[in-house]
T-cell receptor, first 109, second 116 residues
Framework: KNEVEQSPQNLTAQEGEFITINCSYS?????LHWLQQHPGGGIVSLFM???GKKKHGRLIATINIQEKHSSLHITASHPRDSAVYIC???????????FGTGTRLTIIP | DSGVTQTPKHLITATGQRVTLRCSPR?????VYWYQQSLDQGLQFLIQ???????AKGNILERFSAQQFPDLHSELNLSSLELGDSALYFC???????????????FGSGTQLSVL
């Protein structure tokens, strides 16, 4: 089973700061998911990536397959970015996902 | 709006009871996944169905079962409920298995189950 570690567990930052959340996993994978869970509980898939970098608005996700590591960056952070960010990796193909414990991000105005 | 519909949003029931959670996937998606999120275990994969067939199984208890119907909606049945089954249950769908699908997951809003 793939072990997934996220850091930090909690992160509080001022509005406008550059945010980095890290995810490490133990077994080689074909793709990695970054999810955002809003305070109300809903989950949104932000990225699915298998190599390199993906960008969507102020969000950037990178992955280094050799080092088994991925990062999620948020530029010009805003209070509405406050949420729990979760990375997830497959155990077999893309069917069974193992989830990290999440990073709780709070952006203060 | 993810396009995935889950009902009900909230469910309160007693120990020993049985409940059914329902999920309608995004239009065109053949794969449906069920996940459980509890305070102590975090998010866990339960089961995946693809076009009506069970495709992968995770940490799903024997008291729990699921199925996917010909119209592709899925139901998760939880029986002999225990206090520890209280959790948020999510379903998600993806284009997994479909040629050209990018396999990104689309989540429903979840069903909050409280077992009293």
């Amino acid at each position: 089973k793939n072990e997934v570690e996220q850091s930090p567990q909690n992160l509080t930052a001022q509005e406008g700061e550059f945010i980095t959340i890290n995810c490490s996993y133990s077994v080689g994978i074909s793709a990695l998911h970054w999810l955002q869970q809003h305070p109300g509980g809903g989950i949104v898939s932000l990225f699915m990536l298998s190599s390199g970098k993906k960008k969507h608005g102020r969000l950037i996700a990178t992955i280094n397959i050799q080092e088994k590591h991925s990062s999620l960056h948020i530029t010009a952070s805003h209070p509405r970015d406050s949420a729990v960010y979760i990375c997830a990796v497959p155990n077999f193909g893309n069917e069974k996902l193992t989830f990290g414990t999440g990073t709780r991000l709070t952006i203060i105005p | 709006d993810s396009g995935v519909t889950q009902t009900p949003k909230h469910l309160i029931t007693a120990t020993g009871q049985r409940v059914t959670l329902r999920c309608s996937p995004r239009s065109g998606d053949l794969s449906v996944y069920w996940y459980q999120q509890s305070l102590d275990q975090g998010l866990q994969f339960l089961i995946q169905y693809y076009n009506g067939e069970e495709r992968a199984k995770g940490n799903i208890l024997e008291r729990f079962s699921a199925q996917q119907f010909p119209d592709l909606h899925s139901e998760l049945n939880l029986s002999s409920l225990e206090l520890g089954d209280s959790a948020l249950y999510f379903c998600a769908s993806s284009s997994w298995g479909r040629a050209g699908g990018n396999e990104k997951l689309f989540f429903g809003s979840g069903t909050q189950l409280s077992v009293l």
